[in-house]
């Protein structure tokens, strides 16, 4: 029997610009969003979760012939669903409820519809999430790692769960989907909000509020309870004029022993930059100077004042690079890395305090060493220590090979006293919110968080798990790996405001523990970036947020291999690990170590090992596997169990969206071609799922983690992915191409429909084409092979190309001549006989070219006509002799104008008719020649026109709107 189901909006089309500018905005937002709550890796925007959620769930109009008729009417409806997700995906429209109810009213009626029901009046919002939370299918995360997709399904109104082999990432889940929902509306419960309260004071905070209220409360205890402790072992620093100021940082350089004999074993300092600030006016350095008093012969000088270029760019130098290892600054004797590499292992790395970086009064003063400073950050002994070895794998880790070989060891004496006592610091805050919860009237509730309570030990628990993130957040900040940051140079920023201060930079400005020769100590207590209370001003703000009023969501810590899925039938929509590309377990070990001091008790099933889960992780790690190729499929077969596991739980009524990750290198001109994909498509087909639908997402910043200059995640592909019928038949490969050329074409419209850039049109007709090959059980080859995905893939991009190229030939021959001319010259001059060769070719006059304005004459050459001298009074409605190049580069030309813009160039696109489908499909024609002639500049304006097609489609349908109502009025006065 045939399963019958209704088609999802995500099969057929999605406005992909407006997620992809939305996805790429929200790496640039920090304040309040959730990853900030705690570092995870290659987060999936919130803007794409949404949109594909929505997506998978609403249904295409074309589900519903009764109710949309037509194909225009389908066509005018898809539109509106557009700009819903166009109105959602914002980072703004994430706290804004008309807006959220509007999409959440929409998965309503879907599946309102499908139950043969009406759904709840589109104001009622509490109706419409109780519908949801009854009747819609949930969505489950298998792969659930930072939490965003569960999290949009929460925000969506939907049953959110998720899992993750990872408990650091179970964790972060839990602390976004799990624990607010729980105590949402509970006003805070220190002593300072409730003597507010209790003096007439009214709570009216929203969400978990009063949570966050808590967390910054006992956070500051914290603080102020660990600096009466250990105060002592973080000095001030004395200023030129006598007064004291408080530390921001003190700035470290490891030392080896001199390889040159003459030394006699002194140690010698590798710094890769003597720049302390660059900023113009407020220049300071490092000086080391010869000093046979000091010791090891050295010393350090903290100078300021001005440089030239070239002596700023030496001392920029350091004593060691990144290629030519260090430099001896005794006797100028080279120190490759290699000889660096053994004494690191073998005696050890020295260290010495090199400056001082004070707050003072308006800005950063930078002050020489002393002492004083130096003994007292030496001398501090911790009674413990992290457990675990860093992993052998130099991609990722660097310092092993340099003898920094452990998580203890990349931690300084003094770091580690203090990140200890906060750790210990979070039990005896959970003892006080424990005793403060049953004062202010929590339910006595003894459960605790983990076994699912509610009440006041819960409650203590939450606190306790925030004020852990707060302690993760200060490592970053505070190890021996964190360098200086000497800010830009000159006194802007690129962006024109004020140039940033140099500050510590983080462990994670990638994904990996780099090897860092100097160093920055940040001062725990001080109010700068790696202060204890920075921290918290990052956790604090994705509190106060507000909270869907559904019930919590859940997060597990699962094996994605061997999920049996806690609930089913779910909805899945899932962004699995890529490949090789991060090391998920080893990086978050990092945290887990601090985690697990702070919180065994509160979470003692995901602490319960050293350090997380290794063997099981879904990475293809070389190392850890043996080798590339057992790497590789130890990869391959865990993604198919956990493919296979997907198909099982899934519903049959909605599609599966799993998100495929890739590298810059896999992008080709004929769209992913590494043998990666192929390989990954072909797991999600032997797991006996049909793609029919691969939609590519920009969600990457030029700046993301991995680093600019690095094979990075560039962008992602989401696959749409229904269940293989049982009764799947078999065809030929004639049979294949014959059914490409039959449904490609509609599918393609309907992409271009959607406003898909030619940019992406490539990696978008993938999905209807693996829609017709994965649906089937087999194709068979004219060997009585199974053809692969590989060969599929090449196929579908064949038959577009043939597709492409038969367009032109339903041109007008007009645009005909001008394709083929732009094809060879652009908007070059050339011979008039040129011109005539072609025009006869397609027995089209001359001089008919000439008077419709699509070609110049210049008197024995000619041209196409450039745009700048296109006629400005140009309306579709006066041509005689309308032609769709016309129509395509008046319509470029209008919507930039600056007497243009979208409005009028919506006009134009209303006189043309019939031809304002053929003028969009030349954009995507003329956008795939300038992209292969190697024209970047007109490629753009082709992709951004064609981008923009469907707003101005629908800025002409809202102008014919008002001509006809203007002129009814008209008729009726």
Same mark, same amino acid.
């Given at each position: 029997m045939t399963t019958v189901f209704r088609k999802k909006l995500i099969e057929v089309s999605i406005p992909l610009e407006a997620i992809n500018v939305a996805s790429a905005r929200e790496k640039s937002i920090r304040h309040g969003h959730p990853s900030t709550l705690h570092l995870w890796w290659a987060?999936?925007?919130?803007?794409?979760?949404? #949109?594909?959620? =929505?997506?998978?769930?609403?249904?295409?109009?074309?589900?519903?012939?009764?109710?949309?008729?037509?194909?225009?009417?389908?066509?005018?409806?898809?539109?509106?669903?557009?700009?819903?997700?166009?109105?959602?995906?914002?980072?703004? %429209? +994430?706290?804004?409820?008309?807006?959220?109810?509007?999409?959440?009213?929409?998965?309503?009626?879907?599946? %309102?519809?499908?139950?043969?029901?009406?759904?709840? #009046?589109?104001?009622?919002?509490?109706?419409? $999430?109780?519908?949801?939370?009854?009747?819609?299918?949930?969505?489950?995360?298998?792969?659930?790692?930072?939490?965003?997709?569960? &999290?949009?399904?929460?925000?969506? /109104?939907?049953?959110?769960?998720?899992?993750?082999?990872?408990p650091v990432a179970v964790l972060i889940g839990k602390a976004l989907v799990e624990i607010p929902p729980k105590f949402a509306g509970l006003p805070p419960v220190n002593p300072k909000s409730r003597g507010e309260i209790?003096?007439?004071?009214?709570?009216?905070?929203?969400? %978990?509020?009063? $949570? +966050?209220?808590?967390?910054?409360?006992?956070?500051?205890?914290?603080?102020?309870?660990?600096?009466?402790?250990?105060?002592?072992?973080?000095?001030?620093a004395k200023l030129p004029d006598g007064s004291e100021a408080t530390v921001i940082a003190w700035l470290w350089a490891r030392t080896v022993r001199s390889p040159d004999p003459s030394a006699k074993g002194a140690m010698v300092p590798l710094v890769s930059s003597f720049m302390l600030s660059t900023k113009e006016g407020k220049k300071n350095w490092v000086e080391p100077i010869l000093d046979d008093t000091a010791q090891d012969g050295w010393r350090f000088e903290v100078k300021r004042g001005a440089l030239t270029k070239a002596e700023e760019e030496k001392l920029k130098e350091g004593t060691i690079g990144r290629s030519n290892g260090g430099t001896c600054i005794l006797s100028g004797a080279s120190m490759p890395f290699s000889y660096i590499r053994d004494q690191g292992k073998t005696t050890g790395l020295g260290v010495r305090l090199m400056a001082i970086v004070a707050q003072g009064r308006q800005e950063r003063v930078y002050l020489t060493q002393t002492d004083q400073h130096s003994v007292l950050a030496l001398s501090a002994k911790p009674d413990w220590f992290p457990d675990g070895d860093l992993p052998n794998n130099p991609r990722n880790f660097n310092t092993p090979i340099y003898g920094l070989a452990t998580f203890a060891s990349l931690f300084t004496p003094r770091q580690l006293v203090a990140l200890t006592t906060f750790s210990d610091l979070v039990a005896e805050v959970r003892a006080k919110v424990l005793i403060d919860a049953r004062a202010?009237?929590?339910?006595?509730?003894?459960?605790?968080?983990? +076994?699912? *309570?509610?009440?006041?030990?819960?409650?203590?628990?939450?606190? *306790? !798990?925030?004020?852990? =993130?707060?302690?993760?957040?200060?490592?970053?900040?505070?190890?021996?790996?964190?360098?200086?940051?000497? *800010?830009? +140079?000159?006194?802007?920023?690129? !962006?024109?405001?004020?140039?940033?201060?140099?500050?510590?930079?983080?462990?994670?400005?990638?994904?990996?523990?780099?090897?860092?020769?100097?160093?920055?100590?940040?001062?725990?207590?001080?109010?700068?970036?790696? /202060?204890?209370?920075?921290?918290?001003?990052?956790?604090?703000?994705? $509190?106060?947020?507000?909270? @869907?009023?559904?019930?919590?969501?859940?997060?597990?810590?699962?094996?994605?291999?061997?999920?049996?899925?806690?609930?089913?039938? @779910?909805?899945?929509? !899932?962004?699995?690990?890529?490949?090789?590309n991060i090391g998920y377990a080893d990086l978050s070990d990092f945290f887990y170590v601090w985690l697990r001091r702070a919180l065994l008790s509160v979470w003692p099933d995901l602490f319960r090992r050293l350090t997380t889960p290794k063997a099981e992780e879904l990475v293809a790690t070389p190392y850890r596997h043996g080798g590339k190729d057992q790497a590789e499929a130890f990869f391959m077969a865990g993604m198919g169990e956990a493919l296979t596991a997907m198909h099982n739980a899934a519903t049959d009524g909605e599609p599966l969206a799993i998100y495929y990750a890739f590298k810059q290198s896999e992008a080709a001109a004929d769209g992913v071609t590494s043998a990666g994909w192929a390989s990954f498509l072909q797991a999600v087909v032997d797991a006996g799922l049909a793609v029919d639908g691969t939609w590519p997402m920009r969600t990457e910043m030029a700046s993301r983690m991995i680093g600019r200059d690095s094979n990075a995640l560039a962008s992602s592909i989401v696959l749409v992915c229904r269940k293989r019928a049982a009764a799947a038949a078999t065809i030929t490969r004639a049979d294949f191409i014959r059914l490409l050329r039959r449904e490609l074409p509609d599918a393609i419209d309907d992409i271009r429909k959607a406003g898909v850039g030619p940019v992406d049109m490539q990696q978008s007709v993938i999905g209807p084409g693996m829609g017709v090959f994965s649906r089937h059980a087999k194709v068979m080859e004219d060997d009585d092979h199974a053809m692969p995905v590989k060969t599929a893939l090449s196929l579908i991009n064949r038959v577009w190309e043939e597709l492409e190229n038969e367009l032109d030939t339903a041109f007008d021959a007009e645009t005909q001549v001008a394709l083929a001319w732009f094809a060879a010259y652009g908007f070059d001059k050339k011979k008039s006989g040129e011109l005539i060769t072609l025009a006869n070719a397609k027995n089209v006059p001359s001089s008919s070219l000439f008077s419709s304005g699509v070609f110049k004459d210049l008197r024995g050459d000619t041209?196409?006509?450039?745009?700048?001298?296109?006629?400005?009074?140009?309306?579709?409605? !006066?041509?005689?002799?309308?032609?769709?190049?016309?129509?395509?580069?008046?319509?470029?030309?209008? &919507?930039?104008?600056?007497? *243009?813009?979208?409005?009028?160039?919506?006009?134009?696109?209303?006189?043309?008719?019939p031809k304002a489908a053929e003028a969009r499909a030349l954009a995507y024609r003329l956008f795939e020649i300038a992209t292969q002639k190697g024209w970047a500049a007109e490629a753009l304006i082709y992709n951004e026109l064609a981008q923009e097609w469907p707003k101005l489609e629908d800025l002409a349908s809202s102008a014919n709107v008002r001509a006809s109502t203007a002129a009814a009025q008209a008729e009726l006065f």
């Open positions: 987060r999936r925007p919130l803007a794409a979760c949404r #949109a594909v959620l =929505f997506a998978q769930l609403v249904d295409d109009p074309s589900s519903w012939p009764d109710r949309f008729p037509t194909e225009e009417a389908q066509d005018i409806e898809r539109r509106r669903l557009h700009r819903i997700i166009e109105d959602m995906v914002p980072w703004e %429209a +994430s706290n804004n409820d008309a807006i959220l109810n509007a999409a959440r009213w929409e998965i309503a009626r879907s599946v %309102a519809w499908g139950l043969g029901e009406e759904p709840p #009046a589109k104001g009622d919002g509490k109706a419409i $999430l109780d519908y949801l939370q009854t009747k819609a299918p949930p969505v489950y995360d298998p792969f659930s790692g930072g939490g965003s997709i569960p &999290l949009e399904a929460q925000r969506l /109104g939907l049953r959110a769960y998720g899992s993750d082999l990872n209790g003096r007439g004071g009214k709570w009216n905070g929203k969400g %978990a509020q009063g $949570l +966050s209220e808590d967390v910054r409360y006992y956070g500051q205890w914290m603080r102020d309870e660990a600096e009466k402790r250990i105060g002592h072992i973080y000095p001030k202010a009237g929590l339910i006595e509730d003894d459960a605790p968080l983990h +076994s699912g *309570g509610s009440g006041a030990q819960a409650y203590a628990d939450a606190v *306790g !798990t925030y004020l852990a =993130f707060m302690i993760d957040r200060t490592t970053d900040r505070n190890c021996s790996i964190c360098s200086w940051d000497s *800010g830009p +140079s000159g006194t802007k920023a690129s !962006t024109g405001g004020s140039a940033r201060t140099a500050s510590v930079r983080n462990v994670f400005a990638r994904q990996a523990i780099p090897m860092t020769w100097d160093y920055a100590e940040s001062n725990i207590f001080s109010e700068s970036g790696g /202060g204890i209370l920075s921290a918290l001003d990052w956790i604090e703000p994705v $509190l106060k947020r507000p909270v @869907v009023a559904t019930g919590p969501g859940q997060i597990h810590n699962i094996n994605a291999s061997k999920n049996s899925f806690p609930v089913r039938p @779910v909805v899945i929509s !899932t962004d699995p690990p890529y490949y090789d041209a196409l006509t450039p745009r700048d001298e296109l006629p400005k009074d140009w309306t579709p409605a !006066t041509d005689k002799s309308l032609t769709v190049w016309e129509c395509v580069q008046h319509t470029t030309r209008v &919507l930039n104008a600056e007497d *243009g813009g979208g409005a009028a160039a919506g006009r134009l696109v209303t006189e043309m008719g």
